[in-house]
């Protein structure tokens, strides 16, 4: 049982950036790769960000490398979504993701706009 947490989400201009932070429950958080997502309006679930378990592998969508960054902190649990210069089009709903013991756990979501 994985339960997940998101937050740091709000409204930004054009450029700005936000930290997004997943909490996670899990003992075995250490163990687990996690995963970022979002979800504009009317439009499908989107990959954004994974980091594996210990931190040292990471992978990007395409339209965000080099303006986001995914790190973790296995000690409190916690995995991070560090985004730059931000564009309307990252306007979504934005949640952390991980499989563990065959099934996908995702958290409640956190609001990104980004607006002038």
């Known amino acids: 049982q994985v339960q997940l947490v998101e937050s740091g989400g709000g409204l930004v201009q054009p450029g700005g950036s936000l930290r997004l932070s997943c909490a996670a429950s899990a003992l075995n958080f250490g163990s687990l790769t996690m995963r970022w997502y979002r979800r504009a309006p009317g439009k499908d679930r989107e990959f954004v960000a994974d980091?594996?378990?210990?931190?040292?592998?990471?992978d990007y969508a395409e339209s965000v490398k080099g303006r986001f960054a995914i790190s973790r902190d296995n000690a409190k649990r916690v995995v991070y979504l560090q985004m730059t210069n931000l564009k309307p089009e990252d306007t979504a709903l934005y949640y952390c993701?991980?499989?563990?013991?065959?099934?996908?756990?995702w958290g409640q979501g956190t609001q990104v706009t980004v607006s002038s």
């Open positions: 980091i594996s378990s210990g931190g040292s592998l990471t």
């Open positions: 993701n991980t499989r563990s013991g065959g099934y996908d756990y």
